[in-house]
């Protein structure tokens, strides 16, 4: 059989995690700080109507959305970002079977261009890449360091870049380092996708999960509202996964400028999946309570609290302003977690599975862990990577004596 064109891209994360680790056995207890899954409990008031509109999988659902859910997703955007006249459209807010659903088919609707880019940070949710090669694009990576804040720098973007790109891709809050962008970037993100035609795709899944005493996130629709640009060239994506605990119900949402929704919503049509209307009815009680979002939040905020208190500043830690992963430099990554498992039983994911780009070194010295499970778990986890790490960097650095 020929090479297809996804056979461009990396492997999968985690098929190359299993390649790496699943030849080896731990000494002691397994435990996952790998996969970003959140454990901690869902909201019980968004779990009721799964079980009492079991007849409703009898008709096919709404492809733009129930009533109650769309009234719950505006409600929601008007409270926590205060955007609303810049949606005013139906088409504007469409649902999602989960946001990577739409994160990759939204690329298909980008300006066509010859030769033409779709541009996205590094490291980076590896969708980003699949979407850019199925629409026809090449991937065009934007490294993101230390040195930029974990942020991808827009000025890496040329003139040649600008006049080929088709789309940007941005996660606000970053993963896996759990940076920030604020307004002046996004403005600035925006200001682009207008003068050069390209369209402008904000992964805000993170958003509701940050440092209390910090600020939150900024969206791009803010920057759309306080510009009065209903047809900005935007979309931004979120989804209950990570804000309400609820991974498995596969529900998000999609918003954005008018003609780029109008497109998006026509392309669903045709070959977008509707979302099963129990779902949408869960989904619109999850989004219309915040206290849980609240509670789940100062729960990440004690697990990084305590990461902080055992790890000081060891591996380059700093505390990220939002998300709920670690993204440790331990010199090499993909070493470091075969030591990990070997001796610990720790399972973390390489910084470098995360990169397109070979032995990157804002990628390859790195590794994420993720902090989703309860705080009885996390801190014997917290407390063996620790061990482990300096464990193995004492060996590593007896190597080179």
Not at 220 to 235: C, G, R, S
Not at 277 to 290: G, I, K, N
Request: aromatic share 8%.
């Amino acid at each position: 059989m020929q090479k297809g064109v996804f056979d461009t891209l990396p492997a999968p994360p985690f098929a190359r995690l299993r390649a790496l680790l699943d030849g080896v056995t731990p000494r002691l207890a397994p435990v996952s700080l790998a996969l970003g899954e959140p454990q901690h409990a869902p909201p019980a008031l968004a779990l009721q109507p799964l079980k009492e509109k079991l007849n409703d999988y009898g008709r096919y659902p709404p492809i733009g959305g129930t009533l109650d859910w769309k009234a719950a997703v505006r409600s929601w955007l008007l409270r926590r970002f205060e955007v609303e006249d810049v949606l005013a459209e139906d088409t504007q807010i469409l649902p999602l079977n989960g946001t990577r659903e739409g994160l990759f088919l939204a690329a298909q609707i980008a300006p066509f261009k010859d030769d033409g880019l779709m541009a996205m940070p590094d490291p980076f949710y590896q969708v980003y890449a699949s979407a850019a090669v199925a629409a026809g694009a090449q991937p065009h990576y934007i490294t993101a360091t230390r040195d930029s804040g974990f942020i991808a720098p827009l000025v890496g973007l040329g003139a040649d870049e600008l006049a080929r790109l088709r789309a940007l891709y941005l996660c606000n809050p970053t993963n896996p380092q759990g940076a920030v962008s604020d307004k002046a970037y996004l403005e600035k993100a925006l200001e682009l996708a207008q003068r050069h035609n390209f369209l402008l795709m904000v992964d805000e899944c993170y958003a509701e999960i940050y440092d209390p005493n910090g600020m939150p996130p900024p969206s791009i629709l803010e920057i759309m509202q306080e510009n009065n640009v209903p047809d900005a060239p935007v979309l931004a994506f979120h989804s209950l996964s990570k804000r309400s605990n609820l991974p498995g119900l596969r529900s998000g949402f999609v918003a954005g400028g008018a003609s780029a929704m109008r497109a998006l919503s026509d392309l669903r049509q045709i070959v977008g999946p509707q979302c099963p209307t129990p779902a949408q009815a869960a989904a619109a009680l999850a989004w219309s309570e915040d206290a849980h979002v609240v509670e789940n939040r100062l729960l990440y905020d004690k697990k990084m609290a305590l990461a902080e208190k055992i790890f000081g500043e060891a591996y380059d830690f700093k505390r990220p302003a939002a998300g709920f992963f670690l993204w440790l430099n331990v010199a090499n990554g993909e070493a470091a977690a075969e030591h990990l498992w070997r001796e610990k039983g720790v399972r973390v994911l390489p910084g470098a599975y995360l990169s397109a780009l070979e032995n990157a070194p804002h990628a390859a010295p790195y590794i994420r862990v993720a902090l989703v499970a309860d705080m009885a778990q996390t801190e014997p986890a917290l407390l063996r990577l620790k061990t482990g790490l300096d464990d193995f960097s004492a060996k590593a650095k007896e190597s080179v004596a």
